[in-house]
């Protein structure tokens, strides 16, 4: 496990000399087993640790999980931030997991910030990959959603480093059964409410049971491949956006390839929005339709409050007033 961890890291470069790592721990067995391998390795990388937690109030029992980290971090003497924040009552549109998605994030950004961070580690693993690249094909997905969770990711200046994106879940529980290390259960995990528990439960094993027994790692292995292409894609698609300005020029858009056009698009979104999330497919071709066949001041309206405006020469993004 250590060994394949060290790997991955060195694989990814997701750790430098006398970096600071602020550790998401959850107290999920995930989580618990990125920490105690990163306090295993800390010495020969040179590094320092500060853990991470959020309680988010979404079961009755959830400040266990908070004593249990700050526990583990007395017991492996290492500094602990932890928060609590009642996502149910600032929850508006949007599912209730994608509103504590971003909770996470953005209390892991803070944190960063005030402890100086350098690299911020989360505990996913190659199941979780797998499931992410199976849950994005079923929702519909291009090469960017094929790519599933990065083993590292810039977000605001800070970088997102997952060390277990190689290691499988058995082989999570098999470190910590044999370390003989505690972690607690969420065991709304074990039921259908979300899409991804559905793939977890059933949908994976069936797949794995009837029409391949190395699909998580297939999954995984597709994953790394869209990702390595769309790397290379998606730079060429900046430097053309760059050599554009803040506006798609549309005589130097009209002769780029169709797939660096559509990535052209997805960036000047981005570079408005600040993501692309809740981007489809759709909104994609609505564009395309928008620069090919409509005519001159006609507008397409994107979620989040961005319209796209077709002008003589240009295609202009804004934020809605």
Do not use: W
Request: aromatic content about 8%; glycine content about 4%; some cysteine.
């Amino acid at each position: 496990m250590i060994d394949k961890v060290r790997k991955t890291i060195k694989k990814y470069r997701l750790i430098d000399k006398n970096d600071k790592v602020l550790v998401g721990v959850s107290a999920g067995p995930d989580s618990v087993t990125l920490l105690y391998v990163l306090n295993a390795i800390k010495k020969e990388l040179k590094i320092s640790l500060h853990i991470a937690h959020l309680d988010h109030m979404l079961r009755d029992d959830s400040c266990k999980d908070r004593e249990f980290v700050e526990l583990l971090g007395k017991k492996l003497n290492l500094p602990v931030t932890a928060a609590r924040i009642n996502v149910k009552k600032i929850s508006g549109r949007g599912s209730l997991e994608e509103i504590a998605r971003n909770a996470r994030f953005k209390f892991f950004l803070k944190v960063a910030k005030t402890v100086k961070a350098d690299k911020i580690a989360l505990g996913h693993n190659l199941d979780d990959q797998a499931e992410t690249v199976l849950m994005r094909i079923i929702r519909g997905a291009g090469l960017y959603g094929l790519c599933g969770i990065s083993p590292y990711r810039d977000i605001f200046g800070y970088t997102f480093i997952r060390p277990l994106i190689e290691v499988t879940r058995k082989e999570i529980e098999a470190f910590l059964k044999r370390k003989g290390i505690t972690s607690r259960i969420d065991y709304s995990n074990y039921e259908d409410i979300y899409l991804r528990n559905k793939i977890r439960n059933n949908l994976l094993p069936l797949l794995k049971r009837q029409y391949n027994s190395n699909i998580k790692e297939i999954l995984s292995n597709i994953a790394e491949s869209a990702s390595l292409d769309y790397d290379y894609l998606n730079s060429v698609a900046q430097k053309a956006l760059k050599r554009m300005g803040n506006r798609i020029v549309l005589d130097k858009f009209l002769r780029l390839h169709p797939a660096i056009q559509r990535l052209v698009l997805r960036l000047a979104i981005a570079k408005v929005k600040g993501d692309m999330r809740k981007i489809t497919f759709q909104h994609i071709r609505e564009l395309e339709s928008l620069i090919f066949q409509r005519p001159v001041n006609s507008i397409v309206d994107l979620p989040k409050g961005i319209s796209a405006i077709k002008k003589k020469k240009y295609l202009h993004f804004y934020l809605r007033k």
